[in-house]
Each structure stands twice: as C-alpha cells, then as structure tokens.
C-alpha cells in the first residue's frame, strides 16, 4: 500500500511540475504572471469528468459544500493543487526509519 501512496504521489508532483512548467511559459510569453486554475486545465484535459464530478458532488453531497469548498478549490492554481496533493500523499505513505539502529556503537 506504502508503495502505491508513494506512485500516486510521484505521478502527482510530475503532474504539478508539468503544469508549473507551462504556467511558466505562458508567464514569459505575457510578460506577467500567469497561474492556470484546476478548473481550466481540468476542462482542457477532460471535460467529461469534470462536469460528471460537478453534477455528482452537487447531487449527493450537501450543495454548500459544492459552493464553497469545490468552488474554491478549482478557483486554485493547478501547481499548487497537485503540490499538496503529493506532498499528502508522500506523508501518508511515508515508512519511519527504525530507532534502534541509530544509537548503537
């Protein structure tokens, strides 16, 4: 299980270096700062999903919860999400080094 967590969590950190990367093109081809929402680059990837996602959530989860934390959420950069996504990811899969080896002589 550690190591599906630690997969996950790689595919979702080359995801947010992915979309950083791009941000970061644009931003130079601008000449201003460029940060994609989830909510774009989602709807450039699948839109499918995303509407599927929005009706469901809406439909069996209470709609404020729909209003104000989903909305919220694809209103953020999409470098940032898959940061915290892999970063949470990575900690719930993370194996503690074993203490009694590191104290002997």
Known sequence: MRFLLRLASLVALAAAVIAGTIDSIQSVAASAVVMTPISDAWQDVSPATLTSLQSSLS???????????????????????????????WMIGYKKPPVTGRFTA
Do not use: G, K, S
């Open 59 to 89: 439909y069996y989860i209470h709609p404020r919860f729909y209003t104000f934390i989903f909305q919220w959420l694809m209103l953020q950069p999409a470098f940032a999400v898959f940061l915290v996504i892999a970063l949470l990811l």
